[in-house]
Every structure is written in C-alpha cells, then in structure tokens.
Nanobody, 116 residues
Framework: QVELVESGGGLVQPGGSLRLTCAAS????????MTWYRQAPGKERELVAT????????NYAESVKGRFTISRDNAKNTVYLQMTSLKPEDTAVYYC?????????WGQGTQVTVSS
C-alpha cells in the first residue's frame, strides 16, 4: 500500500538541469523526513539531500551543495529535487526515501544520466 514513485529523470547535457519528483501515497507523508539518495554503477548508495518532516532544515552532500535543492509540498504528498549545473559524476539512479521514527520506505528509483 505504501508507494514512493520517482519521476523526472532522463538524459541531460553537462551544465543542464532536471527536477525529480517523488509522489508518496499510503502513509502520513507530513510525519516523515524525506531524503534523496543516489547510486552510481559499482558504488554504494549515497545520501544526496534530506528535508525534515516539518518542512524545516535541509541538508546536502558536499558534492551537490549549491547545485541541488530539496523541497516538499505536504499538501501534495510530494518531494522534489531540483538539480542544476549537472555534472557527469551526478549520473546515477536517484531514490526517494521516507523516514519516521518507526518506519522506512524506498522508491524504485529514476535514472539520471549526464552526458553529451
């Protein structure tokens, strides 16, 4: 019943922009901190950005600071990742992740490829 569905990935040139969307359903979205992770081929999944359940502070990996922005719309049960100035090293599958004090949920991921 719980679903996190990512969308917005695709192929983009270096320096370009994409906005990822994670649509949540089946749980009380506003009670969960939301996080974007990514996993590149042959590497472990890494945290990209997180935002608190209260729509408060956001935190980012050093590699994306100043380029990516995480936001959420609790009325729409949706979290976003606005990505700008994309680099080839941003190429990965991006995953949406929901965290409460009790439960954790993962989306299926959306592919982002940064290449000419």
């Amino acid at each position: 019943q719980v679903e996190l569905v990512e969308s917005g990935g695709g192929l983009v040139q270096p320096g370009g922009s994409l906005r990822l969307t994670c649509a949540a359903s089946g749980f009380r979205f506003s009670s969960y901190a939301m996080t974007w992770y990514r996993q590149a081929p042959g590497k472990e999944r890494e945290l990209v950005a997180t935002i608190t359940s209260t729509s408060g502070s956001a935190n980012y990996a050093e590699s994306v600071k100043g380029r990516f922005t995480i936001s959420r719309d609790n009325a729409k049960n949706t979290v976003y990742l606005q990505m700008t100035s994309l680099k080839p090293e941003d190429t990965a599958v991006y995953y949406c992740y929901a965290l409460s004090s009790q439960y954790r949920y993962w989306g299926q991921g959306t592919q982002v490829t940064v290449s000419s």
